[in-house]
């Protein structure tokens, strides 16, 4: 665990904590977390649309939300980009299944306080919440290294200013895989995969499809 200390805002246990993800099971689980923290009001979203709506009708000082929603891809990021521009105080901790560094800085960029990932025991949501409540930074241990090494090591390869669905396509490209198949394993349409591709050529600074699968290539031989 990794908490920086920021200032402190008081938060009632009446007021309501918003919980946004599509999966019953983590709804209840979450639920049970908030009703241990004292939480007496728990709202809850399934979708990207309702989460905002819920948000901007509530307003919850708080709020704990999922990166990825059926058929949305990372949306999450984008949802959260859009609540603290309507509310910049808002807290909100991403409860999410995805331990990739670079996603998990994205998320502290888009205005994440906290992150926990989903696979770890009930007790780490509940310290999560509790410092997202209290005002600080969450990340545990591992991901809060791999975060800070992730931003070191980033000076500036054109690779690191490609957003994460652009680096999930690219290391897609690179085992292979046609724009189709790619779109089916991301749950995106076809044109996303498309329109991706040629934002990346003009970032990596190639022309054809062969030079971006090259780049793709060289970039996961590298990491790898």
Known sequence: MNAFAMKP????????VLVIDDHPIVL???RRVLED??????????TVVDGYRAFHRLRPPIVICDLTFQGSGLAGLGLIRRMCAVEPK??????????????????????????????????ELFEAFEKVRAGQVYLDRRLATEVAMLRTDARRTPESQLTPREQQ???????????????????????????????MRQKLGVRTLAELIHVAVTEAQRQG
């Open 9 to 16: 805002v008081a938060v009632e246990t009446r007021m309501p």
């Open 28 to 30: 209840q689980g979450c």
């Open 37 to 46: 923290a004292g939480i007496e009001t728990v709202a809850e979203a399934t």
């Open 90 to 123: 808002t807290r909100i901790l991403v409860f999410s299944m995805h331990n990739d560094p670079v996603i998990v800085a994205r998320a502290l960029e888009a205005g994440a306080l906290g992150y926990v990932l989903k696979d770890h025991a009930s007790a």
């Open 169 to 199: 396509i690219l290391v897609r490209l690179a085992q292979g895989k046609s724009y189709g198949v790619i779109a089916t394993d991301l749950s995106v349409s076809y044109k996303t995969v498309t329109n991706a591709c040629s934002q």
